[in-house]
């Protein structure tokens, strides 16, 4: 079976039907042969590491029986080749997941075509190169339609339940991002169409947490844990993509930088990244529209040993329509990426 994809809320790019989706509610998977994959700590089925290829970007749903342990983790670790030197930094990237669970979409008003719209589509297959230079990678391999791991645990929109969950907070969930529909459990897709078709259990919340957050933030936490046990610092990279235009249908810049004003990085860090950046040619912008999430914020504090940066990048640069990419401008982000990582790899080496 294959399910063509839908449009994000993008209007400036076309659409165009993935033609590889790998799907199975009975949970046998088809058997896939991947490509030779990188490293990683965590060892996935073949039938989903094959989602890795640049050529089987469509959606891929699973029972939740088949996303388990041992045989599945949310977080994807990509580690460098044993021949290189370990880097103080360490890339996430929280809403590339391709992976869905059966029962989510059963359960969902919403069809999985207008879920995808809140993928950073392809983000995964940029990051890669990162690796030769000492970085780890932590990928989330779920969707954020089903939970969003770069939300806090308590961001709950109480009215989507049946009664308070647990980790509910009065707080947190008045925060602009559970308002708008976009708190840990999205309400709505990014065309702002209702998700669920009826009212979650309170105990929904601690299974996706279990699932997909803990074992994400665990995996980042880990590596920058590590970075900082050998280097005595850390430099976490939050990697998404945006649209090429706003909601008021104005151009975005190619890379918007979020150190949540100035308040995660070293301005000098920021200040290097930036040159980069713009001596690449590429157009720039700070904090607006997107200053930094939850993960950005955790894991960072400017003039401290952990810091951060969020990093978006306008899907113009690397896709020719929906959900295809482009071959010329992605391998050009990859490499910007990979520069940026050897940079601030021997930036904080010597530091």
């Known amino acids: 079976m294959i399910i063509e994809t839908a449009p994000k809320p993008d209007a400036h790019t076309a659409v165009s039907p993935a033609a590889n989706s790998v799907i199975d509610p009975a949970g046998n998977p088809t058997p896939i ?3 030779a994959a990188s490293s990683t700590l965590t060892q996935q089925p073949p039938w989903l590491a094959a989602t890795s290829r640049s050529d089987d970007l469509g959606p891929v749903i699973l029972p939740l029986v088949a996303l388990a342990a041992p045989h599945f983790t949310a977080a994807e670790i990509l580690t460098p080749p044993s021949h290189c030197q370990q880097s103080a930094v360490v890339l996430s990237s929280p809403h590339a997941g391709r992976v869905y669970p059966a029962e989510f979409i059963a359960a969902s008003i919403a069809d999985v ?3 995808r719209g809140l993928e950073d589509f392809g983000v995964d297959q940029l990051i890669g190169s990162v690796r030769d230079h000492g970085i780890t990678c932590i990928n989330n391999q779920i969707s954020r339609a089903y939970i ?12 989507m339940f049946t009664s308070p969950p647990a980790a509910a907070n009065t707080a947190a969930a008045s925060s602009r991002h559970v308002r708008a529909g976009y708190g840990l459990l999205p309400r709505l897709t990014a065309a702002r169409e209702v998700i669920h078709r009826q009212l979650l259990p309170s105990d929904e919340v601690e299974s996706r947490i279990a699932l997909v957050h803990k074992p994400y933030h665990q995996s980042v936490q880990a590596a920058l844990a590590a970075a900082c046990s050998h280097f005595g610092k850390s430099l976490l ?6 649209p090429s235009h706003d909601q008021h249908d104005k151009p975005l810049a190619d890379f918007v930088l979020g150190d949540l004003h100035h308040s995660t990085l070293d301005p000098a860090i920021g200040d290097l990244l930036a040159k980069i950046i713009t001596e690449a040619g590429y157009s720039l912008a700070w904090n607006h529209p997107y200053a930094g999430g939850y993960i950005t914020k955790n894991y960072g504090r400017a003039a401290t040993r952990q810091q951060s940066i969020q990093i978006e990048i306008n899907r113009r640069l690397y896709m020719t329509r929906k959900y295809v990419l482009d071959q010329q401008g992605s391998e050009n982000i990859a490499a910007l990426l990979a ?3 050897a ?3 021997e930036k904080l080496a010597k530091a």
């Open 33 to 35: 042969v991947p490509t």
């Open 113 to 115: 075509t207008a879920l």
């Open 339 to 341: 520069h940026i990582g």
């Open 343 to 345: 940079v601030l790899s």
């Open 148 to 159: 969003d791991v770069n939300r806090p645990v308590d961001a709950l929109d109480n009215a």
């Open 237 to 242: 990279i939050d990697c998404h993509s945006m």
